[in-house]
């Protein structure tokens, strides 16, 4: 089977993308209750819009629809260059497909209507217009005819005041991938390039600009930007390396951190509304409290350096201009007369033209040597090699004029008359809650008489807007606890979880973290998956809440693109950590990866590559890891693979999309790169009707799960479903088959996890790029998937035969229906394996199009009536085979159920 990999025809588009933009309905014009103005805004849009659009289309459809208009990535999808257009190809037709979705695409009302239809005109001007032969411009009459406003548009809703505590982790537009912004209160703002610990921005005005991230929007594919104005000058702290602040980065990780002789960042510790950071530089350990002092726009940071044999230089200030003049101003100065030589003065380089005072920055050092005045470096603290610890106060400000300046000289004479210095220790022993109210909700627990059924475990309601609980992955405490991570950074401790749900108690632990998609309880700890680092969380003075955010291990390289994730966290019996990296829309070096890290954090290695977005995994009992990964470029359908070290998954580095996302940040050239002949086969693919979105594994073996304990569970993200796979090696090598419990999920779930104190299965999700899944699918639950002991009838399990399938149940079977060949219905197909979107169903072994019958030879039923024989004649290896089972039991109870099959090797004859 050349090329051949082993999945079905396209029944839907991938759900991490933007799918089809032409799949719905076309809609009534005369529509009552419209309140957009269609003709307003197709009229007013112009080449912003037009941009906008195009930026819309380049990050979210051109992954299934191409680049060129002619060319689909995806080939069920419609080239909007050559049509035809099943729904319409005038501009609100192509809206109300968006708007109200059809056939498999899900409403795409994630856009604002006036972003709907900057696509649209994006499409039309780029594609339509030059190649479409149907392309008609807009004219008047076709204004006029749009709906008009029937009803008052509903008022913008104000964004609501997110609560990160004092600090929100994240990439800071698309240049810096790991940053830490600080509110330094009185809307002034540092953010420090955590791979550095230089600073990434200082500025006054706001916070962040989160408004068209994943903090206020489902699908977030902005980025963060600092919202305010710079404060010229201050955001030059640098420190120097190897005695220079130009420093040789050649040779250095493109976006990772620099090397841990020159920084180590360890984290930050939280004590009321300040941040202490703990890093290393050169050696020397550091604490380093930013701050902004009440009643004045000054600037300070407090460092506690501890002992070292090397001195330390850093770069506090740098301003750049024209008739820039350099000296020391006394504190008590009258006028704005710099002096050379002064001792203990204020470090000051100003612009003075015709004798005027304009911008300056000025800077002094507390407790510390004065600042020296370097005219190309700026101004410079020299932390001398010293045998004790030594506490600095930087102080710095950037104004304008000689009444400013004389200002700020005043205002240090007055803070130096106190003698006391900031005890930065002390602040790392935690401190006084955030958020003591402890929120407390109904679960609901589902009274169905059926083996298995869904409890909820409702979510607190947040009407301020503060937290926005889109549950991204669990992890349970041994006494029963649960920990609860969402996408836009908190952590919750989840108590009171009974058999009745009666009274379940949330209490947030943790906030700000970097887009967490993953969560282990270890020793009674918190470990987190962010986009930049594994954080364990420690609450230091045991009160609920975490003080100290330890960066346990750094990652090496962090993509600024919005879908550039982290996924998941797993533990095998060693203690070492395993999380999977994506490897297409990222600017990764690898093609995907999962990344082991040692028990202590300290030893990072890749296990294995190639994976396109894996959002989630598994281990199993022998501490091999699964891997889960979805439809898309080089990835011919849903599937999971159980992995080896050094395995490769099928993920190509052939794709790029330019300043937002290459390979290795575009060192790689993509379109030189040669794919592989092969790569390793999965345990199971999958279609798209049954996942078209796979989210991660769970090896349950807690018996009081009843029949299904000593499977492996696989979730679902797009469709929010749980399954069971039944697994086989042979000669080393193996497959599976999968069935779908008949269990609704009502958001999409990707994690899951065994309660200790229950031994029932708990799963978490979200929704937010499944275009292609089941509709209607919540931003965030958490689900008990709960045994009720009731009887299930089940297959148990399935081995592929020399001669054909062997299918095993736990009940006793009907003889009758058993042996009928007629109750059994299966095809097969296989995938292609090629840079292209997915794949279509080919008969096996072939490049035509289709699915194959499999014609069952006898059927035999084995004397204890609990399993059968499908005789398959010359059964050999397939990426598919479609199972499904129509029986009676013993006592005529019916029994109907699909199972879906990968064969990667049929056993010796």
Not at 301 to 328: C, D, F, I, S
Not at 404 to 414: K, Q, V
Request: with cysteine; net charge positive.
């Amino acid at each position: 089977m050349e090329g051949m990999v082993k999945n079905p025809v396209f029944l839907a588009l991938s759900a991490l993308l933007l799918p089809s933009l032409l799949s719905a309905q076309k809609a009534d014009p005369n529509e009552t209750g419209n309140s957009v103005d269609h003709a307003g805004i197709i009229k007013s849009l112009d080449g912003a819009g037009y941009a906008r659009g195009k930026s819309t289309y380049e990050n979210l459809c051109a992954n299934c629809h191409g680049n060129d208009g002619r060319t689909p990535a995806l080939p069920i999808s419609p080239a909007f260059g050559k049509g035809p257009f099943k729904f319409g190809d005038d501009p609100y037709s192509m809206f109300v497909t968006l708007t109200k979705g059809n056939g498999l695409m899900g409403p795409q009302t994630w856009m604002s209507p006036r972003e709907r239809y900057e696509v649209i005109h994006y499409l039309r001007e780029s594609f339509m217009k030059p190649s479409y032969p149907g392309y008609k411009p807009v004219s008047e009459e076709y204004l006029d005819e749009l709906p008009k406003v029937t009803v008052a548009p509903p008022p913008k809703k104000k964004l609501p005041n997110r609560d990160f505590g004092p600090a929100l982790a994240s990439q800071l537009g698309r240049d810096l991938s790991s940053a830490l912004t600080i509110s330094l209160g009185d809307d002034h703002t540092i953010s420090y390039d955590l791979h550095t610990m230089d600073l990434a921005g200082l500025w006054k005005g706001g916070f962040l600009d989160l408004s068209n991230t994943q903090h206020y929007r489902e699908r977030g594919g902005g980025v963060p930007l600092a919202k305010g104005e710079p404060i010229p000058g201050l955001d030059a702290w640098k420190w120097a390396h190897e005695g220079t602040f130009d420093y040789p980065t050649e040779n250095l990780l493109p976006r990772g951190p620099i090397p841990s002789k020159w920084m180590d960042y360890h984290g930050h510790y939280l004590h009321e509304s300040h941040v202490i950071l703990s890093y290393s530089i050169n050696g020397r350990k550091i604490l380093e409290m930013p701050s902004k002092p009440r009643g004045f726009g000054a600037i300070a940071q407090a460092l506690r350096v501890e002992p070292g044999k090397k001195a330390l230089r850093l770069r506090t200030a740098k301003l750049e201009g024209e008739n820039l003049v350099h000296g020391y101003l006394p504190l008590r100065a009258k006028e704005a007369k710099l002096e050379q030589n002064l001792k203990g003065g204020l470090a000051v380089s100003m612009e003075r033209t015709e004798g005027k005072v304009g911008r300056f920055t000025a800077v002094l050092a507390k407790g510390g040597p004065p600042p020296e005045l370097d005219k190309k470096r700026g101004t410079i603290l020299t932390i001398p090699a010293s045998p004790k610890a030594q506490v600095i106060e930087v102080i710095r400000f950037s104004g304008q004029g000689e009444g400013e300046l004389l200002s700020f000289a005043s205002y240090l004479t007055h803070l130096r008359k106190s003698n006391k210095s900031t005890d930065l220790k002390a602040k790392t022993r935690g401190g006084p809650g955030r958020w003591p109210e402890v929120l407390k909700t109904r679960g609901k627990t589902s009274s169905e008489r059926k083996p298995y059924v869904m409890d909820t475990l409702t979510l607190p309601k947040i009407p301020s807007g503060k937290t926005w609980l889109r549950t991204s992955a669990l992890a349970f405490f041994p006494d029963g606890r649960m920990a609860v991570c969402t996408h836009g950074g908190d952590v919750w401790i989840v108590s009171g979880i009974d058999d009745s749900l009666a009274e379940v108690r949330w209490k947030r632990f943790a906030a700000g973290m970097y887009e967490p998609f993953g969560l282990q309880v270890i020793e009674g700890k918190v470990y987190v998956t962010c986009k930049d680092r594994l954080v364990r969380l420690h609450d230091l003075n045991e009160d609920g809440e975490a003080d100290f955010y330890e960066s346990f291990s750094a990652d090496e390289d962090v993509s600024t693109f919005f879908h550039a994730y982290n996924f998941d966290l797993q533990r095998d019996g060693k203690g070492n950590l395993y999380y999977a990296k994506s490897g297409q829309y990222t600017s990764y070096a690898l093609p995907g990866s999962v990344i082991k890290v040692s028990p202590d954090g300290k030893k990072r290695e890749v296990h294995c590559t190639g994976f396109r977005t894996p959002n989630g995994m598994g281990i199993m009992p022998d501490g091999r890891v699964t891997v889960s990964d979805n439809q898309g470029s080089w990835m011919p359908a849903s599937k999971v693979s159980l992995c080896r070290e050094g395995g490769f998954y099928g993920y190509v580095q052939t794709h790029s999309k330019g300043n937002l996302w290459a390979p290795d940040g575009g060192r790689i050239d993509h379109t030189k790169v040669i794919p592989p002949k092969s790569f390793d086969q999965p345990l199971i693919w999958m279609p798209q009707s049954f996942d078209n979105s796979s989210g991660g594994q769970l090896w349950i073996d807690d018996p009081r799960w009843g029949p299904l304990s000593g499977k492996l569970l696989h979730t679902s993200f797009g469709k929010g479903w749980l399954y069971y796979m039944m697994l086989q090696e042979i000669d080393g090598i193996s497959q599976a088959a999968i069935v779908k419990l008949k269990i609704d999920a009502l958001t999409g779930i990707h994690r899951a996890r065994v309660n200790p104190k229950d031994g029932q299965v708990y799963a978490t999700g979200l929704n937010g790029w499944n275009g292609g899944g089941r509709r209607g699918l919540s931003q965030g639950h958490v689900h008990r998937f709960r045994y009720t002991g009731e009887n299930a009838r089940l297959l148990s399990d399935l081995k592929v035969r020399k001669d054909g399938i062997e299918l095993f149940f736990n009940f006793r079977l009907d003889l009758e229906t058993a042996k009928d060949p007629e109750s059994y219905e299966l095809e097969q197909w296989d995938y292609k394996w090629s840079s292209g979107y997915g794949s279509r169903e080919y008969l096996p072994g072939t490049e035509r199009k289709g699915r194959e019958k499999i014609h069952l030879g006898k059927v035999t039923v084995a004397p204890d009536g609990r399993s059968v024989h499908l005789d398959i004649e010359g059964i050999k290896p397939v990426n598919q085979v479609r199972i499904g089972i129509n029986l009676k039991s013993s006592s005529g109870n019916a029994f109907e159920d699909m199972a879906y099959l990968t064969i990667n090797k049929v056993p010796p004859g």
